[in-house]
């Protein structure tokens, strides 16, 4: 169930985790504005497991309630240098990394970081090497599970072929598309996936289900849902996609 923004709930083995939380109400967040609010509030989200985090650094992935909700949640996944930010139940998993976490029915949900460049290919790097900052996607798998791989913000094709080449099976992929554009940035392209790109990790990832995700509820972004379907019927591969209001769940086997 995608919430709103990039803020995506996945149940999975008795287990409910979400994906970068962001609650707050619209209005400005400093050079970013949000224009839409949650779909579902925080606190009717009912007892949470695991929160991943594929960056703190900006407020359309974590933003005031956002940050509350993740702190008092079990588990935090995120970043190296976001968990050092963040304390508390953060743990900082570096691409490849693995974490196992117990599941209520006795077996393990494994959830892998895996690599995302949040802008261009070949845009300036940070001392770090980060394109615009330190970001991860995940895959989450388990016995009897669908393999789930949440993207995160990256905008690299090259980065999306290399986990299909390390962790081949991806049942289903939420994607953060929306072509996100800053002023300034890097000449002004795009810092995440745009319909066509998504649908090209589609097509290199093979799963069943794709939910798009992180394509509206900020101004930032410069391309919607119906950018999203044509990209995906452009390169016919309309069948994957699985689009639905925002707060309303959507299988990810057939």
């Not at 008795?14 to 970013?32: K, M, Q």
């Not at 691409?95 to 949040?118: K, M, Y």
């Not at 999306?160 to 072509?179: F, K, N, Q, T, Y």
Request: glycine share 14%; hydrophobic share 40%; charged share 20%.
């Amino acid at each position: 169930m995608v919430v709103g923004g990039p803020t995506t709930v996945l149940d999975l083995g008795g287990l409910r985790i979400v994906s970068d939380p962001t609650f707050d109400a619209p209005g400005p967040h400093g050079y970013l504005t949000k224009t839409a609010g949650p779909a579902v509030p925080d606190a009717e989200l009912g007892p949470v497991d695991l929160v991943l985090i594929s960056h703190d650094n900006h407020p359309d992935n974590l933003d005031g309630r956002g940050r509350s909700f993740a702190l008092a949640a079990p588990l935090v996944l995120t970043t190296r240098s976001g968990a050092g930010r963040l304390g508390g139940p953060a743990i900082g998993l570096a691409p490849w990394a693995s974490h196992a976490v117990d599941r209520p029915d006795g077996g393990s949900l494994t959830v892998t970081a895996v690599p995302a460049v949040h802008g261009p290919e070949d845009g300036e790097r940070d001392a770090d090497g980060f394109v615009n900052c330190e970001v991860i996607g995940f895959v989450l798998a388990g016995q009897d599970l669908p393999t789930v791989y949440v993207s995160g913000d990256n905008a690299s094709i090259r980065t999306v072929d290399e986990i299909s080449r390390r962790m081949p099976g991806i049942d289903a992929a939420v994607l953060h598309a929306g072509a996100a554009r800053v002023p300034g940035k890097f000449r002004d392209r795009a810092l995440s996936l745009d319909g066509i790109r998504a649908a090209a990790a589609a097509a290199i990832l093979g799963p069943v289900a794709v939910i798009p995700a992180h394509y509206d509820g900020w101004a930032h972004f410069s391309e919607g849902r119906d950018g999203i379907v044509r990209g995906f019927d452009d390169a016919g591969l309309g069948a994957q996609l699985r689009l639905a209001d925002h707060g309303t769940w959507i299988p990810l086997q057939p």
